[in-house]
């Protein structure tokens, strides 16, 4: 949320032998930089302006998520969107609900809860219940809703933004990934297809003699005492997701966003996350005249190990 840094570049001159500093402090124009990370090909095009709703109309969300592709949210679950605001001053959010006939059904904005230069928008389905007129029912009739961002002050908005509400019936459950993305904000994506939880249990052992010494000063053998003795375990749990079948452009967005992400959260139910860690050392982004639609298989290390209590 605070992933903006302010700077300047002050300049004094020195003249002489030994040098000695004359005239006073130059400054230039504070200039403010996010938390973003482009590759060089996509650093050399960049212009900041395209993502910032302050200076036109019809800017661009923080994500690079292909907008020919559907995006989906189910309605317990978060989403997140976000934009660059270079005026610094309030920007609202505004909400449209639509049926599968592309009707409006309902639409209401609220203010950013926050006025810094780069704004992350909680705009989840229950977050939009919870701080808006539009109530659960409308949501129950809703095919997609989209989002936009407006400066007040200049009137200036964003593009609109589309989210498909994930009504699939399937037998298994749904799993939310949010990632830090090359923006410095969050993408997310649902993998709803079978999921499987594994576990690494490793034993810490030790050798004892395989007898006892008895209350009656006798040393005695027996089958329970045992040699080698586990005095303590530790596990480590993995968790395999397979993504829908999707296409080319919407793979290839999630591989690269996701598997390149340092920062990558599970979401456990809607605003509550854990951390985890993508075992990952190599992507192909693959092409649709070979492999047809896709499917991912992510696995995940979960990051919090189990330490057994001593036997």
Not at 117 to 136: E, F, K, W
Not at 150 to 162: C, D, K, M, V
């Amino acid at each position: 949320m605070n992933a903006i840094a302010s700077y300047s570049i002050r300049v004094r001159e020195k003249y002489g032998d030994p040098p000695v500093e004359v005239g006073s402090w130059v400054s230039s124009n504070t200039v403010r930089a996010f938390n973003g990370s482009l590759r060089f090909v996509d650093w050399l095009s960049f212009d900041y302006t395209d993502y910032d709703v302050a200076s036109g109309n019809s800017k661009l969300m923080l994500t690079a998520f292909p907008r020919t592709e559907q995006h989906y949210c189910g309605l317990t679950e978060s989403n997140f969107l976000s934009i660059l605001v270079s005026n610094n001053l309030q920007t609202n959010i505004y909400v449209y609900l639509y049926d599968v006939n592309g009707s409006l059904i309902a639409s209401d904005n609220m203010a950013s809860t926050s006025t810094a230069y780069l704004i992350v928008g909680d705009v989840s389905p229950q977050t939009i219940i919870s701080n808006m007129t539009i109530t659960s029912g409308d949501f129950a009739d809703c095919y997609y809703y989209e989002v936009q961002f407006r400066n007040i002050s200049t009137g200036f908005q964003t593009e609109l933004f589309r989210t498909y509400i994930d009504r699939e019936c399937s037998m298994y459950d749904s799993k939310r990934l949010h990632w830090l993305n090359k923006f410095g904000v969050w993408d997310s994506y649902s993998f709803n297809k079978y999921s499987e939880e594994k576990t690494q249990v490793k034993s810490n052992q030790y050798s004892s003699e395989r007898g006892v010494w008895s209350g009656s000063n006798t040393f005695d053998y027996n089958r329970e005492n045992g040699e080698r003795k586990t005095y303590s375990k530790t596990a480590n749990d993995t968790l395999t997701l397979n993504s829908d079948w999707i296409k080319q452009d919407k793979h290839n967005w999630l591989v690269r966003s996701l598997y390149e992400s340092p920062r990558v959260y599970l979401e456990i139910t809607q605003g509550v996350f854990e951390l985890v860690n993508p075992m990952v050392t190599s992507y192909t982004m693959k092409q649709r005249v070979r492999y047809g639609l896709l499917q991912e298989v992510v696995n995940l290390e979960r990051t919090y190990s189990y330490v057994s209590q001593l036997s």
